[in-house]
Structure formats: structure tokens, C-alpha cells
């Protein structure tokens, strides 16, 4: 086989590649193992490493990848590829290459590469301050090995069928399709999986935060993690003389709870929510709202509506990592958790009603209380000095005989005493009941 027909295929294969993301990180897995494998048996080691060397260069750079990953991943191909020779070459010559000696030094050397890359790569992730679960990294290590074992035995079918009757050569090409639709379904299972997951975890932590502010600062958290990206906002526009307010996560630890935003800042948020119409809204733009460091090159911008108004918008911006971009799914996970956000606000607006309502209820009781307190108090001062009046008066209107001059007179006072006592109380009653109505006259004596 040419150089260049080998280095197109291990093009072809790098292009066919699959990403299984772990919030900013993700591993990958193509189809690379059947080019490698029909290089170990058809063509001399230095072929086989120069020809992979320049495809993978070719892939990496159409992905744009920062140099200093471009470096890594492009060593770590050649290190693969270097191991895999190194591995197969001993045991395919222990019998026939295309025999069961050579198959079995070919899957023994596909797998010893891969356990290369992923120590490789894990160590990686670990010294940038990454760290996979020992779950996701069984995971990852199952589904990578289960997929070089099954490229590894498509190129060895391919290898056969050359040595046999290379006038079918032509049929090699159809397992290797078969497997990428395979692998394109299990990825876009698992990625859908995920996002229902999430959706389901952010809903239930949205309706478990009982205050506006913590419902908002638990929906910025879940549509940044849902999306994997840098940066995550609610912003809700100000409504019949509020002020508007910014919640949001990221960059890194950065946070912000229910700042006041004024100013050019609110109808540049507003225009944002326009441009964005079909929900993404592509860069480089700074954004407007105090967060000068930060440049969107990606955003998800989803309204939350009240009625037919838009009350604010959940925005996601920046997708971590350089394997992907925000796509339409994603778009449809931040709108709907919007949906679920315009609801919340709808209801937190309700229960602050209704805590004001059973405010108001106990503060009427409480006047209640305090006016039967004011009655019984008024009754017992009204009652004390009528009782002296009616009782001295009673007893000189029978019995006026009975008493000296001295001691009516002194009845008379004690009465007069009385009367003037409870026009006192009357006077006050009167005087509190104009303060309440607003209508007091203050006399200054």
C-alpha cells in the first residue's frame, strides 16, 4: 500500500471520531485501530508511524486544538503507534503473520497502546486539576477497550480477506461503517440519557429552593453543569419600577445573588434576548453586565416568560473544552429549564403574597386583641367613677335627712370630683379617635 492511501485512511479514521464528556474534559475513541492494524501487517514501521503522524496532524489542526494539546496529543499518537509496533512484532513472529499468531499479537498490541493512551491522558487531566470518578473511569476503560477489540477484529478481517482474494478488497469498507453508525448511536444515546438526567436533577433542585434567590442561583448552577459550560446567568428584567437583578456562576468560582443592574447594562441584556433568536448567539462579544473579563464566543440564551411577557432570560455561555460547541439539543435542555425557572418565579411571587396576606391577618388579629384590651380597659375607667357618682348620688336623693350640711357639701365635691373625672376620660376618647382619623387639632395652653 502507497504512503498516501495509508496516511487517507488514518485521516479518514481521526475524522470519524467520538467524544465522551466528563464536565470540561472528554475522551475520545475513533476508528484508528483499523488503519494501524492493516499497517502493522502491510507496510514497514517507519511508513506506518510518518503516515499516521501526518493525518492525525491534519485532524487535530481542523479542530483548531491549543498548541500545547495539539503537542500532547500528536506525541501520544506516535507513542501508540511505536508501542503497538514494538508489541506486535515478537508474537506475529512466533507463527504465520496472518495466522493466529498474528492475530493475536495485533489485538494484544492494539490494547497495549490503548492502556498507553489512557495513562497517558488520565494523567493529564489530573495534573491540569481534573479528576474522574472511579466510575466514569471503569467506564471510559470498558467502552474504549470494548471498541479497540471490535476495530481491531474489523482489520483483521480486512487483513484475511486481502490475503485470501485481495479482489475483494472493496468489502473491508463495509464493517468499518457498520461500526461507526454503531458508535454514533451509542454516543447520542448516552449524550441524551445524560441530558434527561440532568433536566430531571435541576427541575428537582429548582422546585426544592423555597426563596426566588436561592431558586435562581440553583438554576444558573444546574444550566452551567447541564451544558458543560464556563459560564451561567439568570437575569431577570425590571417590572413596574423594580430594579433588574443578575444571578451567575463562573468564570472558575465566581458568583454573583440578585445584584441590581441599571443603566446601559439592562438594554444591552435586552438586546442579547433579541439577537438571540433561534437561542444561540454566537461571538466574541464582552459581556455587559460587570463581568468585563469575560468574552462570549458561545452563549444559549433562553427567555423566561410570564404570560406573553418576557420577564428575564437563563443564559449559558462558552462551552468548556475544544471537542464540540453548543448544539440545538442544548439549546432545548437551558429553554426548558427557563420554563421551569419562569414558573418558580411565578410561584415564589405567589407564596410572597401569601406570607403577606397571613401577615396582614395577624396584625388585624393582633389590633383585635389590642381593641378589646382598649375596650375593657375604657369600660373599667368609665365604670370606677360612675359608680361613686351613682352611689353618692342615690344616697342624697333618698336620704338627704340623714347627712349634715358639711357632710353634703363634701358628697356634692367628691361627685363634682367624678363628673370632671369622666369628662377627662371622654375628652381622651375623643382626642384619640380625631388622631386616628387624621383629624387632630394640637391647642397649646
Known sequence: MPWIGLA??????????????????????SLSEIPLILALFIVDPLTAITAQMAANAVAL?????PPVKFAFNLGQFAVQTGLAIVVFRPIASLGQPTGPAGWAGAIVAALVALMAAELMINSVIRLSGGRLSIKETLEVMALSAMATVMNTATALIGVVLLDVQPAAAWLTAVPPIILYVAYRAYVNQREESGRLGSLYEATRA??????????????????????????AEAFLFPADGNDAYATSVGPANASRNMDVVTGDAVESMRA???????????????????LESLVIDQAIVAPMRSGNRIVGILMAANRLGDVSQFVADDV????????QVAVSLENGRLGESLAQITSLKEQLEELVRSKDEF?????HELRTPLTAVAGLADELRHAPETFSEIETKEFIKVIADQANELAGIVEDLLVAGQAEMGEQNLNIE
Open 332 to 339: 432545548g435542555l437551558v429553554d426548558t429549564l427557563a420554563g
Open 375 to 379: 375596650v375593657a380597659s375604657v369600660s
Open 8 to 29: 487517507v485512511m488514518f485521516a479518514i479514521a481521526e475524522r470519524a471520531v467520538f467524544h465522551l464528556r466528563f464536565r470540561k474534559d472528554a475522551h475520545s475513541f
Open 61 to 65: 489542526l481542523l479542530r483548531r486544538q
Open 272 to 290: 442579547i434576548a433579541i439577537a438571540a433568536s433561534d437561542g444561540l448567539m454566537a461571538g466574541p462579544t464582552e459581556h455587559p453586565v460587570g
Open 206 to 231: 429548582l422546585h426544592a429552593s423555597p426563596q426566588i434567590e436561592s431558586a435562581l442561583m440553583s438554576a444558573v448552577e444546574s444550566a452551567r453543569r447541564m451544558v458543560d459550560a464556563e459560564y
